[in-house]
């Protein structure tokens, strides 16, 4: 294993057309299609970063921009944007093209966790990441940040469910769209 990779090293594309089998009721591409297309891509991008076998261990915010129809290309862009010991977070940016039009559209982001998988079944070490450019240092940061405000959103919710007091909980409900019928 090499101590430190590239950014670009292991930078993956994969691009699929979207087939009516893919659409929902609604006739756009089905959601679960698209992330299932985003773990594959992160999957390859931490496979390739960490030499090896690699689990999702969470994905963070799906953001769905905009509608993906049939017939158009999907294009999913991986990148890993930070490096923990065994962890890596692999920023996703997905586009749709109607070969049509001509007609590009920015559909989905998401950071999905990444955990490198030893042959012993326990989490790996991974390669620390080399950043040539000011685009990797930001998203490095970015993605540290990321990993910070996750543990303390994880602390903030243990002490809501700790320190749960009926009363509190009943006034700050008080005001929301919601009917208390506690028996």
């Not at 985003?38 to 963070?60: E, F, L």
């Not at 692999?90 to 559209?105: D, F, M, P, R």
């Amino acid at each position: 294993m090499q101590d430190f990779k590239p950014v670009e090293y292991s930078q993956t594309t994969l691009t699929e057309l979207m087939i009516p089998s893919y659409s929902n009721f609604g006739g756009k591409i089905h959601g679960g299609i698209i992330l299932s297309l985003m773990d594959k891509v992160a999957y390859v991008c931490a496979a390739k970063h960490s030499d090896g076998y690699c689990i999702t261990a969470s994905i963070d915010v799906v953001d769905f921009l905009a509608p993906v129809e049939v017939g158009e290309l999907v294009s999913l862009m991986a990148s890993v944007n930070y490096v923990g010991n065994t962890s890596m977070i692999i920023g996703i940016k997905v586009v749709s093209e109607n070969l049509k039009t001509q007609t590009i559209k920015h559909t989905n982001t998401s950071y999905f966790t990444m955990v490198a998988i030893g042959d012993n079944h326990k989490p790996k070490q991974v390669p620390g990441l080399i950043l040539k450019s000011e685009e990797d240092v930001r998203r490095f940061a970015q993605g540290l940040n990321r990993k910070n405000l996750k543990t303390e959103y994880k602390r903030n919710e243990a002490s809501l469910k700790e320190n749960y007091n009926n009363e509190n909980c009943l006034v700050t409900l008080k005001n929301e769209r919601c009917k208390v019928e506690l028996f």
